[in-house]
């Protein structure tokens, strides 16, 4: 029972760290503009409906984070 619990535990850190370090790699190698940025982080904020104002700003934000950019 313990193996197969730890079994499941090795293979899901085996598949999440490689995409993790992967995109935290991609994000620290491209630093563009805040226009660049913008237009990236918009492609997010732009697929949730226009009554979801919060859910927008704070996705918006958080993208724009990612790339070095605080509001």
Known sequence: MLTLKSLR?????????????????????KHLTY??????????????PKD???QRYSRGAACMHKYGYTP
Do not use: G, R
């Not at 940025?37 to 918009?42: L, M, N, R, T, Y």
């Open 9 to 29: 535990i090795v293979i899901a850190l085996s598949i999440a760290v490689p995409l993790v370090t992967a995109n935290a790699a991609l994000a620290a190698k």
């Open 35 to 48: 226009e660049e940025a913008w237009a990236h982080c918009k492609k997010f904020t732009d697929v949730l």
């Open 52 to 54: 979801a104002q919060s």
